[in-house]
């Protein structure tokens, strides 16, 4: 079984940073892609930015060349480092493993 434990959600002004982490139990997590995903309220879940097992990364338009996705395969680990945060990026922070599993979420919340 397969549990993904997210952590370094907060509270954060505008402009500011901070770095989600996701890890993940069970074998094989090097062979997977992983996936950031967040959802605000009253909207769909949408991806953020996603990773594969070669490294190769895409991002939403909305994100690019603010956040930046990273793994470390020897922690079983990804990471989300979130830089020159909007308000408009408060939401549910969630990380995917492949197609199937997901994290239990990590509230962003981006305000003055």
């Known amino acids: 079984q397969v549990q993904l434990v997210e952590s370094g959600g907060g509270l954060v002004q505008p402009g500011g940073s901070l770095r989600l982490s996701c890890a993940a139990s069970?074998?094989?997590?090097?062979?997977?892609?992983m996936g950031w995903y967040r959802q605000a309220p009253g909207k769909q879940r949408e991806l953020v930015a996603r990773?594969?097992?070669?490294?190769?990364?895409n991002y939403a338009d909305s994100v690019k060349g603010r956040f930046t996705i990273s793994r470390d395969n020897a922690k079983n680990t990804v990471y989300l480092q979130m830089n020159s945060l909007k308000p408009e990026d408060t939401a549910v922070y969630y990380c995917?493993?492949?197609?199937?599993?997901w994290g239990q979420g990590t509230q962003v919340t981006v305000s003055s």
């Open positions: 069970g074998r094989f997590f090097s062979l997977y892609t």
């Open positions: 995917k493993l492949g197609a199937t599993y």
């Open positions: 990773i594969s097992s070669g490294g190769d990364t």
